[in-house]
């Protein structure tokens, strides 16, 4: 059965149209015409939402963590999302990368935002240390400080045995 990738690339997990798995079948798709479907063609670039104010100079200490946490957290919550996806796929069969194209596609959309938030926090990172203030950020994500090479085989085996590993200890 063909797939396409949900708008909410599974990350909503009460989501109505993928239940949070990330992906629809295309006859659900092409009945209600729905967006995902714009992300092959082109149509619709993958849109980036920014989640620093303007006048990030100008708010409070308060303010400035309020805005890293959050960024923190989107970047806790795809890389939760990235792993579950890596989770699936078969990596000891010959042909999971033409059985599981969808997956890789989805995981290469998230990793391009989880780029995004990763240039955000800098900016934020930024501001924290010309306001002098001490900041201790922690990500709650093994893959929220990785680099995903979606066409790399070998990292993303390394990445979910080290993920293994580390959940075991
Ligand atoms: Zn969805």
Do not use: W
Request: glycine share 4%.
């Amino acid at each position: 059965m063909r797939s396409e990738i949900c708008t909410c690339q599974g990350l909503n997990s009460n989501c109505k149209k993928c239940f949070g798995s990330g992906f629809v079948s295309t006859e659900t798709v092409n009945k209600s015409a729905s967006k995902s479907a714009d992300y092959k063609k082109g149509k619709k670039k993958q849109q980036f939402e920014s989640l620093i104010s303007e006048n990030l100079d100008l708010l409070s200490k308060n303010e400035v963590e309020e805005i890293a946490i959050k960024i923190i957290g989107g970047l806790d919550l795809k890389s939760k999302k990235q792993m579950q996806i890596l989770n699936a796929i078969p990596f000891n069969t010959t042909t999971f990368r033409r059985d599981f194209g969808d997956k890789f596609e989805l995981l290469g959309l998230i990793e391009a935002e989880k780029q995004h938030l990763r240039n955000e926090l800098l900016i934020v990172d930024q501001e924290i240390m010309l306001k002098n203030y001490k900041s201790n950020f922690k990500f709650k994500h093994f893959l929220s400080d990785k680099d995903l090479d979606v066409t790399s085989n070998r990292q993303l085996k390394e990445l979910i045995r080290e993920y293994k590993k580390l959940k075991n200890n």
